[in-house]
């Protein structure tokens, strides 16, 4: 597996080492536990001698087998089909979590695999692949996966200097909430940049933004056009030209507040995540601020993604998303894994962070209803096309 790795990714390092005699100085990216927890004497010790080889950003992933299969593998064992199947350990999920908690590790995402480890013609491709990862089989799979990472610590998290802040604000048709947005955006760790990307209004939205960027001398901002149409194009590009280490999200319609935004640079920073996302679904709302049907169908995206992802996600549609301008870097990188289709560009930036393994945290905000203008979203035909791309992503995620 070593030698196929380092030929895929040449520019990787890739080391094997006995788990309980690791001998190096340097810490590692990603620690690879295969195959091994279910067999050590001791997975406490080991895992807290693995933080001497982690930095703030390690990842590791772990796999151990389900408690459902002891007594089928105990069968294939007494058969004489599976001599290295070995008995020491059987670990639940809760288990492992807590294992990792007590030892300085939290967890990312869990998953499962393999609901037929025998080759089968017609049955076990289809089983693995699909029925593996559909509820209630995920139960009954023999294998779980692992990600986590090392706890946040208040010594880790800690910067030599406070990182500069870009906020990206997409704005079509958006002219009488301008002012508003120069008023009420609070300054933003070292140095707040306002980065706004005019979508081809038609209500003097961008002749607006000038004449506040003169009114406005004190405040950081730059002005663009988008080349394209839709948030997501807008956004992409915010974030190109952005100089902050922190990229951050408004909506121009304000329906999110601008004075809730330290909480989500608060959040990164201090490592709480790698990637924030704002919730509308905790506090009751303004009426009007959501229509009903609205409500229904990020309460289904909800769950889609919550299985999608491996990780608890209340609300993928807030517009509020905070993430390091070093990590959006990668996901833009990579981009092409999911496809560029997204015209929100909400669950771009979800899709890419799942495939780094960052971690998501959300933060509850009150949703506010709109004072100007009127929304630029058409439920159902957007609806139909974010389904179409849960589906798209299932493939590459959960049925790769």
């Not at 933060?363 to 009127?374: A, H, K, L, Q």
Request: proline share 6%.
């Amino acid at each position: 597996m070593l030698r196929c790795a380092a030929k895929n990714h040449p520019d990787l390092m890739f080391i094997q080492a006995d788990a309980h005699e690791i001998a190096f100085k340097k810490p590692f990216d990603v620690v690879i536990l295969s195959d091994l927890v279910n067999d050590l004497w001791d997975l406490q010790m080991l895992l807290e001698n693995l933080q001497a080889f982690v930095h703030p950003r390690t990842r590791i992933v772990l796999n151990f087998y389900n408690n459902l299969w002891r007594m089928p593998l105990a069968v294939v064992k007494g058969l004489g089909m599976g001599a290295d199947v070995l008995e020491q350990n059987w670990f639940s999920p809760y288990d492992i979590f807590n294992l990792l908690d007590l030892t300085g590790f939290e967890v990312i995402k869990r998953y499962c695999s393999i609901l037929l480890p025998l080759r089968i013609p017609l049955l076990s491709k289809p089983a693995n692949r699909f029925l593996a990862n559909v509820l209630p089989f995920m139960w009954f799979t023999l294998t779980n996966f692992v990600v986590a990472r090392p706890a946040p610590a208040l010594s880790r998290t800690t910067l030599k200097k406070q990182p500069s802040v870009s906020v990206i604000i997409a704005a079509r048709n958006e002219a009488g909430n301008i002012e508003n947005i120069f008023k009420r955006v609070p300054s933003l760790g070292s140095e707040t940049e306002l980065v706004f990307v005019e979508g081809h209004s038609q209500d003097r939205t961008y002749e607006t933004i000038e004449k506040m960027i003169k009114n406005f001398p004190e405040k950081k901002c730059r002005l663009f056009q988008q080349p394209g149409k839709g948030k997501g194009d807008a956004v992409r590009l915010g974030f190109e030209k952005a100089g902050g280490d922190i990229l951050m999200i408004l909506d121009a319609d304000l329906t999110v507040p601008p004075e809730d935004l330290p909480r989500f640079v608060a959040a990164l920073v201090a490592g709480k995540g790698e990637f924030i996302n704002g919730v509308r679904l905790v506090y009751p709302m303004e009426d009007q601020s959501m229509r009903y049907f609205n409500i229904i169908g990020n309460k289904f995206f909800s769950l889609a993604f919550t299985w999608l992802l491996g990780q608890p996600i209340k609300d993928t549609l807030c517009g509020t998303k905070v993430l390091w301008k070093q990590d959006y870097e990668l996901i833009a990188k990579h981009r092409d894994y999911f496809g560029d289709f997204d015209p929100f560009g909400d669950f771009d930036l979800l899709f890419g962070a799942t495939k780094l393994n960052l971690k998501i945290a959300e933060v509850p905000i009150r949703y506010r209803s709109r004072t100007y203008g009127e929304t630029n979203i058409d439920r159902w035909r957007h609806g139909w096309l974010l389904l179409k791309m849960v589906f798209f992503a299932a493939r590459r995620i959960k049925f790769i």
